[in-house]
């Protein structure tokens, strides 16, 4: 069978084949700590759960509008209204099957050949997956260690031109735990409105945030979702509900036109049972979304002191998130040598920094959503893997 030439430019998630390549060994008894994967490991709260069972018994098994039922538009336009203090209407709200599918219809939308997208690199390897896929240009904007991985200014002044059509941006961050600051965000904005370009600010991470205040672009003057501002969010991380697929984009409203077309033509809708819990989340209890974020600050405390213990490891502590990127190259190893190295001889699953880009090299990502206890146990077997080197 004969594939399109775009498929040769469609990466994936390294993630999952670090999943599988674990999985294999613990089939052959090998006790392995996971921090690969980047989900919660509570379970999504009751209530959440509870409000879905109820949906699925009184009859809402059917399809739903590809753009997201209108009581869940509300709600996220309620809440986006609130967070972000900016107005933000229900039919400037698109609900998708996860957040992946915002930024896959957005690029798919705004980016063609002889375009260019702007992305941060380390990052979540999506958004250069997509933008090969379309045949538009990553320009990737590196996220340095030393700037506490944020964005560099005068190198965004540089790469922006008359062909670019998208800058990306994500924080708090995947891979890096990094935070852009207020100056950072009006310093994206000044360019964004200098030259009429949109962003998408990828906020799932928004309540993952253990010093200072969230922020987002879309607060700024000409920023907002009505204006030049696509917010993706979800479910996923806060509520703990990955496997329930919801997520949403905030857009002008022209644009949520356009990208429910696609849903249309994609998906079709979001399951509608997902939807409903999605409500329940968002206006329902608060208490357990904090107190795992409380839990993953204390374990970030813990991953970040006992990395920097190790001779060969030093570790920059992640503002939100719950992702570490310590740097690696002080041992001598490359990135995928060294995910290799501590799955095989560790009996730890990591992630190469060059899984996030080219950027990445001399980095390995670490997901602290795990217990203190394998937290531990995954540091003793680093430094004991390493010290036998």
Avoid at 287 to 293: C, I, L, Q, R, T
Wanted: glycine share 8%; hydrophobic share 40%.
């Amino acid at each position: 069978m004969k594939l399109a030439q775009r498929m040769s430019r469609l990466g994936t998630e390294t993630a999952f084949e670090v999943l599988l390549a674990a999985r294999a060994l613990e089939a052959q008894g090998r006790d392995i700590v996971h921090l690969e994967i980047g989900e919660p490991d509570f379970d999504t709260p009751a209530n959440i759960v509870d409000a879905a069972c109820q949906a699925l018994r009184s009859g809402q098994t059917h399809y739903t509008p590809s753009a997201g039922i209108p009581p869940l538009r509300e709600a996220i336009a309620a809440e986006m209204s609130r967070t972000r203090g900016i107005q933000v209407e229900p039919n400037q709200v698109v609900v998708t099957p996860g957040g992946k599918p915002i930024m896959f219809y957005l690029i798919l939308a705004l980016a063609e050949p002889g375009t260019e997208v702007i992305y941060p690199n380390p990052g979540f390897p999506i958004y250069e997956s997509m933008i090969n896929f379309v045949g538009a240009k990553p320009v990737p904007v590196r996220l340095l260690e030393e700037r506490g991985f944020r964005f560099d200014l005068d190198e965004l002044r540089e790469k922006v031109s008359d062909r670019t059509r998208l800058i990306i941006i994500n924080s708090p961050q995947n891979p890096t735990g990094g935070v852009l600051t207020r100056e950072d965000l009006a310093g994206i904005a000044e360019v964004a409105t200098k030259y009429d370009i949109p962003v998408m600010s990828d906020e799932i991470y928004d309540r993952m945030l253990y010093e200072g205040e969230f922020a987002s672009i879309a607060s700024l003057p000409g920023m907002s979702t009505s204006e030049r501002t696509i917010i993706l969010n979800g479910f996923s991380k806060t509520y703990a509900m990955t496997g329930w697929r919801l997520g949403y984009g905030v857009m002008p409203a022209e644009l949520a036109g356009h990208i429910t077309r696609l849903m249309t033509n994609s998906n079709s809708c979001t399951a509608a049972a997902t939807q409903f819990a999605g409500i329940e989340a968002l206006k329902g209890p608060q208490d357990e979304a904090a107190k795992m974020v409380a839990a993953f600050k204390q374990r970030r405390d813990v991953i970040v002191a006992g990395l920097n213990q190790i001779p060969g490891i030093r570790c920059h502590k992640p503002e939100g998130a719950f992702y570490v990127f310590p740097n690696i190259s002080a041992t001598g190893m490359k990135s995928k040598q060294m995910e290799q190295f501590l799955l095989n001889e560790a009996g730890v699953a990591t992630l190469a920094g060059t899984s996030f880009g080219a950027y990445g090299e001399g980095y390995i990502r670490l997901s602290y959503a795990n217990s203190v206890d394998n937290l531990e146990k995954a540091l003793d077997r680093i430094a004991g893997a390493l010290a036998k080197r």
